[in-house]
């Protein structure tokens, strides 16, 4: 019987111990621009347009780091804005922002809100300025809890999870190519338990509320329920659902 350290040099050995992922920091919230308050505790959206929540997060690829933006739809879960590029430069949480307002065809809602964390990218002055100059109101977490932003971070768990984490994505041409594939896919033939186990783009064509899968107390929701599912969607693969009670 091998002791424990043979042990795992034969499952290494073997490929059978997961490698630790590398972790990069993509949020400097030490900055001079101004920071906005946190306007969305307790509040739930019941229709598609009430909040966008944003993000960025980064992927590995053989030449190097790309970083992703996001913007998704709180209600249907619809990614409706989104950009790769190699630096954590505002300019692509910018282009991610304008393709988001840009599928909104002119009809801007009233009283959108857009919510991200405290990042330079979010707060500098060509950021703000857009979502001012379309009257979005502007919310940011107080605090590095994810769960201030969370439906945001599960959006991109579920990406890197299901799809991205088991690429070998090889640049950045690769990433958008990837991306692209991968959020078409996301936003049209996965369906979600938070929408009735409807796509996001079908949720995001229905004015109405879906049933509440959040968890409130006094301060936030919090994920605290998980459970797995598996699903069949038109034949295509199968995938399995993480069930988390603020979120999907």
Not at 160 to 172: I, Q, S, V
Request: proline share 4%.
């Amino acid at each position: 019987m091998p002791g424990r350290d043979a042990f795992f040099n034969l499952m290494r050995e073997n490929g059978f111990v997961l490698r630790k992922r590398k972790t990069r920091k993509t949020t400097n919230s030490r900055h001079h621009f101004r920071k906005f308050e946190h306007l969305i505790i307790g509040f739930e959206p019941t229709t598609p347009n009430q909040l966008w929540v944003s993000d960025i997060t980064y992927l590995e690829t053989v030449d190097g780091t790309c970083y992703l933006s996001l913007v998704t739809d709180a209600c249907s879960h619809k990614i409706v804005g989104w950009a790769v590029g190699e630096t954590l430069e505002a300019l692509h949480p910018v282009a991610a922002l304008r393709m988001a307002l840009e599928g909104l065809n002119g009809k801007m809602p009233s009283g959108l809100i857009h919510h991200s964390d405290r990042g330079v990218q979010y707060c500098c002055n060509q950021y703000v300025q857009i979502l001012q100059d379309n009257n979005v109101s502007i919310s940011m977490t107080q605090s590095g809890d994810p769960l201030e932003n969370a439906i945001a971070e599960r959006i991109n768990g579920i990406l890197k999870g299901e799809w991205l984490n088991d690429l070998r994505l090889k640049n950045l041409d690769d990433c958008q190519k990837e991306l692209t594939r991968i959020i078409t896919f996301y936003n049209d033939k996965r369906p979600h338990m938070s929408v009735d186990m409807q796509t996001p783009s079908l949720a995001h064509t229905v004015a109405k509320k879906f049933k509440s899968r959040w968890k409130k107390n006094a301060k936030e929701p919090q994920a605290v329920e998980k459970k797995d599912l598996l699903c069949k969607t038109q034949g295509v693969c199968w995938f399995t659902i993480t069930h988390c009670s603020n979120q999907l």
